[in-house]
């Protein structure tokens, strides 16, 4: 496995880790011309968006895992779609909390100086660009599109309606103990052009990721000077890959998470508590 042998060196190389060190990471951050944010459910939790691993994780008896996956769709769609309409009503009715409104403002001031900030997101919530954040790439697609799983079609497109279709009006709930009666696949939501079966605009689990989105995320992670990891449990790849590849390069990775996690050892600053407080501190923005 190639990620296994890239992630061993560095195990080795990093000596020295600096926990709560803000004055030191300020510094870094203020010669920093090229910053990539990395983030993930973590800097969404603090706005009531459940995060996938840890007590979030679960909805109804399923793991979340367990539903974001093609085969998941292709035997339960209706049981997909009721887990869907349940987060696209979350994240609809969601509002940015301070760590989205400090990266936000922080890629304003980045503008003005003439540097360079993007943020890599595996989140579909589409929060960042709500609190005002323009370079984002959504590594796992947007709880707000739709794509037409008809072959010939295939159209990808924005859907803000909630319901996105009447046989999901009141479903969802996370709550419900055993399976409601199932909806029919043709009350299921159904593509404007050809009235084929749409699914979410999300990459599951065992699917590709858009080969041009991760480009453009390889580009960012192999030029920034510094990296922020955000909220994530550095678990999923190719995601998972990115700051420790930064760190390799010899550059700063700051990690603002509430726990350690596999990965930690492998950056120089740590933030330990919800982002939502460290995040603002850090880049020294008032909210
Ligand atoms: C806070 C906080 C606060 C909380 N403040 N912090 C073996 C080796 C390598 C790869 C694979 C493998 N086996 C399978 C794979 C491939 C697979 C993968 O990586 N699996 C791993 C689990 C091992 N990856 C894929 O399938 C990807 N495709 C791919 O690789 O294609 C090629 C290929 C295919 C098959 C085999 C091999 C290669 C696609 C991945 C798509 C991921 N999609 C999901 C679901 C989206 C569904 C949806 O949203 O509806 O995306 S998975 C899920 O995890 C979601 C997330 O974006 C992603 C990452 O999770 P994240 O964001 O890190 O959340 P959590 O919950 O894990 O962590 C939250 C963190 O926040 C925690 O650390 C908390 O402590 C912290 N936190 N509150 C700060 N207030
Ligand atoms: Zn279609």
Redesign the pocket.
Known sequence: ?I?GKQLMPLVIKMSKRQLNDFEAFRKVLSQSKNIVAL?????S??SGIP????E??LWRKYR??D??TPHAFYTKPHLVWE??HY?RTIAFNAQPND?HKALAKYEKLCEEQGHKFNII????DGLHTKAGSRNVIE???A?HKVVCTNVKCGTVAENFDDPICEALRGRGDPMVREDLPMIDKKDLPKCKKCSGLLR?Y????????DPDILQQARDLVEECDICLV???????????MFAPLVAERGKPVAE????E?PASDLFQFHFP????S?LPRALNIQI
Do not use: D, K
């Not at 983030?39 to 800097?43: F, I, K, L, M, N």
């Not at 603002?256 to 726990?259: A, E, G, H, M, P």
């Open positions: 496995m990620f983030t993930g459910a973590g800097v939790a603090e995060t996938f691993r840890g979030g994780g979340s895992a539903l974001a887990f869907y987060r760590a997101t595996q989140n579909v590594l796992h697609g709880l979410p999300i990459v599951w689990f065992g699917e590709n990721l955000i909220g994530t449990s550095s678990v999923v790849y190719p995601a998972a603002f998470n509430l726990t996690e508590g919800p982002c939502g460290t």
